[in-house]
């Protein structure tokens, strides 16, 4: 009997669904509670999750964008009279401020979509 790779594929595929759907109709007999690793209570929301997502993100980028600015600063003082790696300055600069609006911004705009959806 001759099977071509996409026939093996396809048997491959709805076996792998058959299997997906017997774990599932298993694991509904069995009902375990899982917790949220970020809240050590286990009682968190979606907005509490969130909230702390950005808050550790916000920490990760605010060194970052210090960094770029400086870097940026670096790169038009050192450029003298070269327009190009000044102008590369500049660019690192408005990426610096583009990433600090983002970062401002974040905060707002969870507040914004939590205060529609009522999840506070």
Known sequence: MYF???????SIYILFIFLFLGALSVGAQNVTMLTNPLDP??????SDLL???????????????TIMALYGGFQMLVAQD????????VKTLKHAALGAAV??????V????QSILSLT
């Open 103 to 108: 970062v401002i911004v974040a905060d707002g």
């Open 51 to 65: 909230s702390k997502i950005i808050s550790y993100l916000t920490m990760i980028s605010i060194p970052i964008i």
């Open 41 to 46: 209570n286990g009682t968190g929301t979606l």
């Open 4 to 10: 071509s790779i996409k026939n093996k594929a396809r």
């Open 82 to 89: 070269n327009a190009t790696k000044f102008e590369n300055g």
């Open 110 to 113: 969870l507040y914004v979509v």
